[in-house]
């Protein structure tokens, strides 16, 4: 027995100062094929963009429609030169507003991009949250030949948490903004970011931005509802929101090639309408745990049924809740207790159920194939995509050279006895 904790303790001696690093970059041995990083170095830097003149939907509060210059600070992911030495870190805090964390990747600060033109991706988060949330996803698909960029959208950040209309009127907005700033970049960078080949990626609120974004205007519902508070933004600022407006058809842009949205916030409380819905016209890829409780599965189901205008895919994680896939593992931090929270903000970014890094790690190998299609126009990761629905009813069968047999109807990518647990559905347009 004194053998065995001797062992155990051992092993978590080992453990701990890897758990410390707060790693954003782990690929699990059994992470699915295309949740491997890319063959490029990856680099960051921080850039703000302001925006002069936007509405100020805090003052606008008070009566009258009020603007001031709206700042996003960015941080701006992308392949790197050759050579270029990996490893950085990011000095951040928690959801709780105030405790300071320190998260690991394997980008370099700074560093020269690679040459060539890479394809745009907008990293959106969720209400509250911050730019590092989904950084596992962005250092990914840098690696892989795309520009990423997350902003804190302010407002709705940990430390600045405002009302909650400010993010209903401003998130596809600063969606937006970010695509045209991005587009203006000049410099290095500027040059290697195409943003006439462009995606957002929304978590949360952030997938309730990147659908209004991506086409599917608001319902009246949502204009004239007064309850709960907060829900209605004064003065009619959701108006410019609205399906079948001017205002919002001139905000969905061209660029943006593809949607995915995870766990977008909206349809359980009839912010859209099948008709608005409807008006999606980009291909979509939806991401949700079949428990969540916030944004709620049958509400985004509803979605998947209702934009019937695009091919549009949902990947669920069974019994997973509300923090599927998109958040970053749990910093060592968040694991104590918050005096501000009342709690420890651990839930904040874990699942119940499953484990972080296997979540990121496939939302990685689903969002690379889908953004390889739809950016890229590589045709041959459709196979990922064209699956049996439920993964539990695939079959593992191989010749006895290793070739999969006629019977073999395993998720493509996913080694034995890992696709387990996940439903991938297809819809093509017009269903």
């Known amino acids: 027995m004194r053998h065995l904790l001797l062992a155990a303790a051992t092993t978590l001696a080992c453990a701990a100062p890897a758990l410390s690093e707060n790693r954003i970059d782990l690929i699990r041995p059994d992470a699915p094929a295309l949740a491997t990083r890319g063959t490029h170095p990856v680099g960051v830097r921080a850039q703000d963009f302001t925006d002069a003149d936007r509405i100020d939907v805090i003052a606008a509060a008070q009566g009258g429609t009020p603007t001031t210059d709206r700042t996003l600070r ?123 080949h462009a995606a957002v990626v929304g978590y949360s609120m952030g997938g309730y931005g990147a659908l209004i974004f991506g086409g599917a205007g608001l319902s009246r519902t949502a204009l004239e509802r007064t309850e709960p508070a907060g829900f209605a933004p004064p003065a009619g600022l959701l108006d410019r929101l609205a399906a079948g407006g001017e205002d919002h058809a001139s905000l969905v842009d061209p660029r943006v090639k593809a949607v995915v949205a995870i766990a977008p916030w909206g349809r359980q409380h009839e912010f859209w309408d099948a008709g608005g819905l409807n008006d999606l016209t ?127 109807t395993y998720w493509l990518g996913f080694p034995d006895r890992s696709a387990k647990g996940l439903m991938f559905e297809t819809k093509p347009s017009g269903q």
């Open 74 to 196: 960015t941080e701006i992911w992308y392949p790197a030169a050759e050579g270029t030495e990996p490893g950085t870190t990011y000095d951040t805090i928690l959801r709780d507003g105030v405790t300071p964390t320190t998260l690991t990747g394997s980008a370099a600060r700074d560093a020269a991009p690679a040459q060539g033109s890479f394809p745009l991706v907008i990293l959106s988060h969720g209400y509250p949250g911050n730019r590092y949330l989904m950084s596992h996803l962005a250092e990914n698909l840098a690696s892989k030949g795309y520009v990423v960029v997350a902003a804190d959208h302010p407002e709705s950040t940990y430390d600045d948490q405002q009302a909650f209309a400010s993010t209903l009127v401003n998130r596809a907005v600063d969606q937006r903004f970010l695509l045209d700033s991005m587009a203006a970049l000049e410099g290095d960078l500027g040059a290697a970011t195409d943003a006439d």
């Open 282 to 408: 980009k291909p979509l890829l939806l991401v949700s745990g079949s428990d969540d409780d916030v944004s709620v599965y049958d509400a985004i189901r509803q979605i998947y049924d209702q934009t019937t205008a695009t091919t549009r895919h949902l990947l669920t994680f069974d019994h997973a809740n509300h923090n599927a896939a998109a958040p970053i593992p749990a910093p060592a931090e968040a694991w104590a207790m918050s005096e501000s929270l009342g709690r420890a903000p651990f839930d904040h970014y874990a699942d119940p159920v499953w484990d972080s890094v296997r979540m990121n790690n496939i939302l990685q190998h689903f969002t690379t194939a889908f953004l390889d299609i739809h950016l890229k126009g590589d045709s041959g990761k459709a196979d990922y995509l064209n699956l049996i629905p439920d993964a539990g009813d695939g079959v593992w069968s191989l010749d006895d050279d290793g070739t999969p047999d006629a019977a073999h």
